[in-house]
């Protein structure tokens, strides 16, 4: 089950197309999308491939492993997040190709630095939907 | 087909107007452009009006405004370049025919509508994780950082640079000289990007007079400068972000742009480029094919982007310096240019400059690489 998080969780509006990725995240699972045509592995998670089209798409179970591809820690904010500062922004690239911006969660933030071995941790929303975010690997 | 030229510019001085709004200051840029033109008002045939946030009927509002009520007038949105893309619509109007003479104004009042930093649409999924315009252009820096080895130093030499052209431009946001020290030292928005490193929250309106050749030859022939390029991309569709260090987007528009109007990147002389943040400055004039991958930060520091440099770069101060009223930015760009070729531009004047580039890009959607991206060449 996802974990319970006090940092802004809103479930992103899902069409019928990604509830797939949004239902995997409610079962600790990071679902990823891939093209049966071109065997493109893509993010954001949508109905079609976006390298060729093809809206043949097979969702795999990832690994949840990936290293941080850049990152920043933002200390102005507006809105729910701003009482959340500073909090950390990153883009992960996954083992697995693509990559994905979220959070980096529980953190210490003279530890982060690109390369970083991050992994998925799965936050519970307010209305029962979760969030992708990451944590740095043990070890 | 008649070329296109730029024969009036008008802008309102950039900054805070608590006591005007959208409308207010699109009239008096409209106004400007037509008493620098030299032309009666109801020369004018058809109006474009670019802007973001200010609501239905913006343009009709200013015509109402400045007594132009009536003309066939069409609202422009397009994130940060809805100013560059209402001249391009009135260029084409031009180009096409249908009229000779046109005006295109660019207009917002963003102190009324926002305080701090920018964020993604909400239905973004980039929203749900906090994501901010400022910490996405920090990862982008910090990126470069590592790719290119540019030291935090060297992208404090940016806002410098800018701020210290904005202070000799009677009409900027800022108008203090600053140091690097001033940069490292203002306060963390989103690391590693500081205060100075993000332009500011600005009101503020430009404007363009542009006419055929029939129409400059018999009204304005004297101080006419030639609209040669005004193009046009959207982002595509970006498998994975690929494009953090380097924008495909800027080089395709830049690439319609030169071959628009015949010319190189070599041949250019100056340029006003979307420096929304620091970091901003040095993909767009890499993508722009102005500067090599990776080279433009060493170059600032050898002084080649300023005034007296070999290629200035934001000689108005830019985004950072001069402000950034969203829908009046890509026209407050031309204006720029348009002083600078006429050689109006005062203490700040580029001597010799034949060939100017102004370079917009703005909006992000989800799985795209960037929204609306102009580029617009000017020659004398």
Known sequence: ?139 | MTDVHVVGVGMTRFGKHPDADSTDLGAQALLEAVADAGIDPRLIEAAYCGHVFQGMVTGQRVLAQVGLAGLPLTNVENACSSGATAIREASFAVRAGEYDVVVAVGTEHLTSQFRGALTPDPSDPEAAVGATMPSVYAMRARRYMHEFGMTREQLALIPVKNKNNAALNPLAHFRTRITVEDVLESRPVADPLRLHDCSPVTDGAAAVILMSDKAKKRFCDTRAVRLAASTLRSGSVDVEPTSMTFEPLTRLTAQDAYERAGIGPEDVDFCEVHDCFSIAEVLRVEGLGLFGQGEYPAAVQRGEADLGGRLPVNPSGGLLGKGHPLGGTGVAQVVELVRQLRGEAGNRQIEGAKVGLAHCRGGKAVGIEGAACTVQVLTR
């Open chain 1, 1 to 139: 089950m996802p974990r319970p998080t006090d940092l802004p969780t809103p479930t992103p509006r899902s069409s019928s197309d990604d509830q797939v990725f949004w239902d995997g995240l409610a079962e600790d699972r990071l679902l990823l999308p891939r093209c049966t045509s071109c065997g493109s592995v893509f993010w954001h998670p949508r109905p079609f491939c976006p390298e060729c089209s093809c809206t043949r798409i097979d969702w795999f179970a990832a690994t949840g492993n990936g290293t941080i591809y850049s990152y920043s820690v933002t200390h102005k904010a507006p809105g729910n997040w701003g009482a959340h500062a500073p909090y950390v922004i990153a883009y992960v690239e996954l083992d697995e190709g693509p990559r994905v911006m979220s959070n980096i969660v529980d953190a210490d933030l003279d530890m982060l630095e690109v390369g970083l071995e991050v992994q998925a941790v799965f936050h519970a929303g307010a209305d029962g939907g979760a969030v992708l975010r990451f944590t740095p690997s043990p070890g």
